[in-house]
């Protein structure tokens, strides 16, 4: 794998954008799974009592219960929303900065 | 009560491990024909796939990684499989049916890991690796040294899972099919050896997806029966549950599983991150063709897996009116003594008490290849640390012919399971719950930080690399060898020198520590080389330009 590629690919603006936009969103989607998660961890160690409440008078669904299913829903959809994003929008522009050092060579 | 919890604690921590711990010492059983029955023919199924695969199997493409043609779907499926394993059907549904919210809490810990693992580490993997995690690792550090500790560490996790899934797989066999346990490990030893000798990843990863689907088909029958005697609704469900349940309304509250903040960080660190660390998981994102199909195997594994979870989390709370309540499944006919076979037999009471002895066959044909699947991933992986890693790349330093290097892999194959039958015998009668806990903490220490830096920091050398690797080997295993699972309860000692029990909190940052430390005062000439070699791995990781293609097929 020829260096010179990968140090056209590097000049090319386009690479920045891809690895700037890219890793914000992975990023973002991350710390909003990890503050979620260890936020429900912490709530589980220090103050269990809240989440064995049901939701609404006389529900047998319980804060914890509906939370939790929320959470694996959500964690999910984060997974779908950003394979569909990465899969299309990044990895054209991902197919464009690829074509462009080819042209180069030529 | 607090041993069994923390016994199905760390068994359910193992995304496909074994704690034998709660049911060891168990009775033989009356032999079951229904479930010998199923899973005979689950063998002929596989085994015609292995002669199929064995034929697809040429190059060590083709060996390690399927020549890199699985589809997401079906790697997802894979994934799946190697992570719901045997210890995750019968270990969190005994939960939910003791604990019962406990045990749904523990479920989210064993998910969350997987969204961090698609947005951080999915498409890098894919496009810096080719058959196992230390092709990352080595990429611009020196290649004997970083792949002999990454092949230690691998070996290591790989091992102490292997000895977990064994004394697992002979206690249940014991239990389930009324074989002997000596029969029931050479059953599965000789079994995963022919897969992963004739098959490779081709074979293993169909053993696999099969696998998943038999039990995700099994886990939905049993809880749709099991819901339809509560007309399907939760209200009921949670109304019945509650009042028969000795916890009564505190069931649904969080009890004693987390209590300490240290013990359910640390916990959930080592789940999260021991998970990306795992060489047999590690190695599933080289099977796709791309970076683009590894991050739907991510999509699809963990909707499978969640949604399994939600299944087994209403398996659990039916169980405790429909196996809690009838006096046929405890011993001496008293509700309330002792389950016949042991705690982790709900899911299979349960079974037979919606849909009899067919139903509780096949689920427990599912349970035995489970244990199969995960075994054969393990040998697989750990086979290619000994072949790709020590063999061809350390050792003939790149010169090795494909075919040599395959024939290496399959007497290495052979010898690990010989190893694994061996080792399994050994341990009968030995408490291996800690070994689950020692191979999450090492996976979460020696190999997740290394490979993390590998790809994320520039700065990273080969001095770095290897303390930051063996220093997390070292800490992780020093840790759980003087916490109270071994220190007191293996070695006899009066109390734990380490307080905690899960490692990962104390140990990751050892590594990281270690890895900053070493590289940032290495000076070498050889290091400004590797910190140079960055910017191209840089690009590669980000563009896949260069990564190794699929094979033609």
Wanted: charged share 10%; glycine share 10%; proline share 2%.
């Amino acid at each position: 794998m020829s260096s010179a590629m990968y140090e056209r690919m590097r000049a090319n603006p386009k690479f920045q954008e891809l690895v700037a936009r890219r890793g914000r969103f992975a990023w973002t989607l991350a710390i909003i799974v990890l503050t979620m998660f260890y936020g429900f961890v912490m709530v589980v160690a220090f103050n269990p009592t809240a989440l064995g409440q049901p939701v609404s008078e006389g529900s047998r669904v319980t804060v914890g219960v509906a939370l939790e299913l929320g959470m694996f829903i959500f964690f999910w959809v984060l997974t779908a929303v950003y394979v569909k994003r990465a899969n299309t929008e990044f990895d054209a522009l991902n197919q464009e900065i690829v074509r462009e050092a080819w042209k180069e060579e030529k | 009560m607090n041993k069994l919890i923390s016994s199905l604690a760390l068994m359910a921590f193992s995304a496909g491990a074994f704690a034998a711990d709660a049911v060891a010492q168990t009775e033989k059983q009356a032999t079951n024909w229904h479930a010998i029955i199923m899973f005979c023919i689950f063998v002929a199924l596989t085994m015609g796939i292995t002669y199929w695969a064995a034929s697809r199997t040429k190059s060590t493409a083709d060996f390690y990684t399927a020549g890199g043609g699985i589809t997401g779907f079906q790697n997802g499926l894979a994934i799946a499989g190697d992570y719901m394993s045997a210890a995750t059907l019968l270990g969190l549904t005994a939960m939910t049916y003791t604990q019962g919210y406990d045990g749904y809490i523990y479920m989210m810990a064993f998910f969350a890991g997987w969204p961090i693992i698609l947005f951080l580490m999915a498409e890098r993997l894919r496009n810096l690796g080719r058959f196992t995690f230390s092709d990352i690792t080595a990429y611009r550090l020196d290649q004997g040294k970083v792949r002999t500790m990454a092949a230690v560490s691998s070996l290591t996790v790989v091992c102490f899972y292997l000895i977990a899934q064994m004394v697992g797989a002979g206690q249940l066999i014991k239990l389930l099919f009324g074989l002997e346990y000596n029969v029931a490990i050479f059953a599965v030893g000789i079994l995963m050896m022919v897969y992963v000798t004739f098959g490779g990843m081709v074979a293993t990863t169909w053993v696999q997806i099969i696998k998943a689907c038999m039990l995700l088909a099994g886990g939905t029958l049993v809880m749709l029966l099991a819901m339809s005697q509560f007309g399907f609704s939760y209200t009921t469900l949670i109304e019945k549950a509650t009042s028969v349940h000795k916890l009564g309304d505190k069931l649904m509250y969080p009890g004693s599983l987390l209590k300490d903040p240290v013990t359910a960080i640390s916990l959930g660190l080592g789940l999260m991150f021991g998970t990306a660390g795992l060489p047999h998981i590690l190695m599933r994102f080289f099977t796709v063709t791309d970076a683009k199909e590894a991050r739907k195997s991510v999509l699809y594994a963990s909707g499978f897996v969640a949604y399994f979870f939600n299944v087994i989390f209403l398996m659990g709370l039916s169980a405790i009116i429909i196996v809690g309540q009838n006096p046929d499944f405890f011993e001496g006919g008293e509700i309330g003594k002792k389950l016949i076979g042991g705690g982790n037999m709900v899911a299979m009471h349960l079974a037979k008490a919606v849909g009899g002895n067919m139903l509780l066959g096949f689920l427990a044909a599912v349970a035995f290849a489970t244990i199969l699947a995960v075994v054969s991933g393990l040998a697989l992986a750990g086979a290619s640390a000994i072949s790709h890693d020590l063999y061809a790349r350390v050792i003939m330093k790149g010169r090795a012919s494909e075919a040599t290097e395959i024939r290496v892999s399959k007497i290495a194959t052979i010898c690990l399971g010989a190893v694994a039958i061996v080792l399994g015998i050994l341990f009968e009668k030995q408490n291996i719950a800690f070994m689950v806990g020692l191979a999450f903490g090492v996976a979460a220490a020696a190999n997740f930080p290394v490979l993390i830096l590998s790809m994320y920091w520039k700065g990273l050398t080969t001095r770095g690399a290897l303390m930051g690797g063996y220093g997390g080997l070292i800490s992780a295993v020093l840790f759980v060898l003087f916490s109270k699972s071994v220190w007191v309860d293996v070695l006899g000692n009066a109390a734990p020198l380490f307080p905690y029990t899960q490692p990962a909190l104390f140990a990751m940052p050892i590594a990281f520590f270690m890895a900053w430390l070493f590289s940032k005062t290495d000076s070498s000439v050889a290091a400004q080389a590797e910190i140079a070699a960055f910017e191209d791995q840089y690009v590669r990781a980000q563009t896949g330009y260069g990564a190794a293609a699929a094979s033609n097929h």
